[in-house]
């Protein structure tokens, strides 16, 4: 028979550094969670993507177990680390503050794409340049055409 789920905790956490500390504890605790054994968890399952912001779920259970799901870092994030930014634009319109190659895009995408809701790899890759055009980052070259 299956567990009966309490609740289901969404966190971005960045990747091996997981502590108690906020946003962390307080979330985990209000819960019931015990915040040492996610930590301990998290931190040994995310040793190879150290330093990353890491979209995580956590299912928590009525018996205050609880199963979490790491995810893929958001697509901003990646388009900053290809482009090799601090931050994207604050006028997106106005101000084009990156350049990034649809060979960017498409790793991106390829990574992505477990977590987006695209049937494609060209559909994924609109999806990110979306993202970027909103972060005032140009996409340059050509759109690949399918195969």
Do not use: H
Not at 18 to 42: D, H, T
């Amino acid at each position: 028979m299956a567990k009966e789920i309490l609740g289901l905790i969404k966190l971005q956490v960045r990747g091996g550094t997981a502590n108690p500390s906020p946003p962390v504890g307080p979330a985990l605790g209000a819960k019931g969670v015990n915040i040492m054994e996610f930590c301990k968890q998290f931190n040994a399952r995310t040793q190879d993507r150290q330093g990353k912001l890491l979209p995580t779920v956590i299912t928590v259970y009525a018996d205050k177990s609880f199963d979490f799901v790491i995810k893929t870092p958001p697509a901003a994030v990646q388009l900053l680390e290809a482009s090799k930014l601090k931050k994207g634009s604050s006028e997106s319109n106005r101000d084009k503050v990156a350049k990034v190659t649809w060979d960017q895009v498409k790793v991106i995408a390829e990574d992505k794409m477990k977590d987006l809701n695209a049937f494609t790899i060209q559909s994924a890759m609109k999806m990110i340049a979306g993202t970027a055009r909103s972060m005032g980052i140009t996409v340059t070259g050509k759109f690949p055409t399918v195969d």
